[in-house]
């Protein structure tokens, strides 16, 4: 699903490059037509009426709300050279995501805390929400999600360890089902040193907010 395309590298000395890497989509566009006639034929086996005047352009805001859901913005991860050797953990917290659960076609929303052990290169910090947005507009299970956003930032950071930590509130859990209003489910994966270190582990959870 995703094509990474390198950029040479910028800069002005051989020893500071700025690095580029243009991340976007393989998927074609949403087909928004079609998509707006299955809704109204979704609403007819719902049993109510699309051409009711409330109704009349209902088809085509959900068509356009989902398809701005399943479609991430491209983006440039920008890399720089880790001058100063900074060999503490960088950490965000609180990135905010919305994503769309594979199941029910409901959104489930929450933050991921998102930290690397930097090595050679640290990236733009911006950077780190953008993966999250990436993989979280796409019809997705939590699991799913916090792997692919460690998994990526492993093989593209070449960091010495990567950590991310999601917690989410599911609709399909909170509104419907065991109605469990409130209650937040938690993942997380690690790689690297943040993995097999048991202190730099402890470090991040803890900076993550999980005490274990
Ligand atoms: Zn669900």
Request: hydrophobic fraction near 40%; charged fraction near 25%; glycine fraction near 8%.
């Amino acid at each position: 699903m995703t094509t990474t395309q390198p950029e040479p590298p910028t800069g002005t000395e051989p020893t500071a490059p700025v690095r580029r890497l243009r991340v976007v989509h393989e998927r074609g566009e949403p087909d928004r037509e079609a998509a707006a006639r299955a809704v109204a034929d979704l609403l007819v086996a719902l049993g109510r009426n699309p051409a009711d005047g409330h109704l009349a352009d209902t088809p085509r805001r959900v068509a356009d709300a989902y398809a701005e859901l399943l479609t991430p913005p491209p983006f440039d991860l920008t890399t720089f050279p880790n001058d100063e050797g900074y060999d503490q953990l960088v950490l965000a917290r609180g990135i905010p995501f919305g994503s769309l659960c594979q199941h029910h076609l409901l959104p489930f929303r929450g933050v991921a805390h998102v930290g690397y052990l930097p090595g050679a290169r640290v990236s733009g910090l911006s950077k780190l929400a953008r993966v999250v947005e990436w993989f979280a507009r796409d019809l997705q299970v939590q699991e799913r999600l916090t792997v692919q956003v460690a998994d990526w930032l492993d093989q593209h950071l070449a960091a010495d360890g990567v950590g991310v930590v999601i917690e989410a509130d599911h609709q399909c859990m909170s509104l419907r089902g065991v109605r469990a209003a409130g209650s937040r489910t938690v993942t997380w994966a690690l790689r690297g040193l943040l993995r097999d270190d048991a202190r730099s582990r402890q470090e991040f959870l803890a900076l993550a907010g999980l005490t274990s």
